[in-house]
């Protein structure tokens, strides 16, 4: 069984700052992914960044990147140079030998101009 | 490249009227396909999944069903709706095999009068 967590109901930043949002896992899998998705306010989520258990460097999509520490199970989010849009809801989630990923609980995410 | 529809985008009905919210993937073969169920500002609860053609399998006790017709159609079901069963639905699609991200359509907001 996973699970995830994330201990940040709520996170405020100024824009163009960096922002980081926090994940921890617990996984008895020797190998899994870690995901992060973001859900504006529309509703849609979106999938924003993989890293997979194996790999050695941190993943990189545009301005996310992702901290990936495996000797602390976590997955930390870094957004760099916040924008507006940024506000949103982000979610963690794991996949290890399973057709079912968890997810954790959210982080809201507000953007301040 | 892929894309997931999701109608209808908002639906109003009465306690005990039936569902039918359907989902279609484009792009792909043999996608897994899951529909989530998420209450506001909650997070997001796994109501179904399908790994090919007719293969359904239920997380959550309730009054819903799915259907998986075609092999990128998913169909979310009840006979009779409750209260409760207001939210906002999510489906979702990933690649064959196990510990792939997904993707989301647009979602539906149920509510359930």
């Known amino acids: 069984a996973q699970k995830i967590t994330q201990t940040q109901p709520g996170m405020f930043v100024q824009e163009k700052e960096a922002v980081t949002l926090d994940c921890t896992y617990d996984?008895?899998?020797?190998?899994?992914?870690l995901f992060w998705y973001k859900q504006p306010s529309s509703g849609e989520m979106i999938f924003l960044i993989y890293?997979?258990?194996?790999?050695?460097q941190n993943a990189t999509e545009g301005r996310y990147s992702l901290n990936f520490q495996k000797a602390r199970k976590s997955a930390n989010l870094v957004i760099s140079a916040s924008q507006l849009g940024d506000s949103a809801m982000y979610f963690c989630?794991?996949?290890?030998?399973?057709?079912?990923?968890?997810f954790g609980r959210g982080t809201s995410l507000i953007v301040h101009p | 490249s892929q894309t997931i529809h999701q109608w209808p985008a908002t639906l109003v009905q009465p306690v005990g009227s039936p569902l039918s919210l359907e989902c279609t993937v484009e792009?792909?073969?043999?996608?897994?396909l899951y529909w989530y169920r998420q209450a506001a500002g909650r997070g997001l609860q796994l109501l179904f999944y399908?790994?090919?053609?007719?293969?359904i399998s239920s997380e959550v006790p309730q009054n819903l069903s799915a259907s998986r017709p075609q092999d990128r159609q998913f169909i979310l079901s009840s006979k009779k709706l409750l209260l409760s069963d207001s939210g906002f639905y999510l489906c979702a699609w990933s690649r064959t095999g196990e510990g792939y991200e997904q993707y989301f359509g647009p979602g539906t907001r149920l509510t359930v009068t």
């Open positions: 989630a794991s996949s290890g030998g399973s057709y079912i990923p968890t």
């Open positions: 792009g792909t073969s043999n996608p897994n």
């Open positions: 996984t008895s899998d020797q190998s899994y992914g």
């Open positions: 399908s790994v090919g053609i007719g293969q």
């Open positions: 890293q997979g258990s194996y790999d050695e």
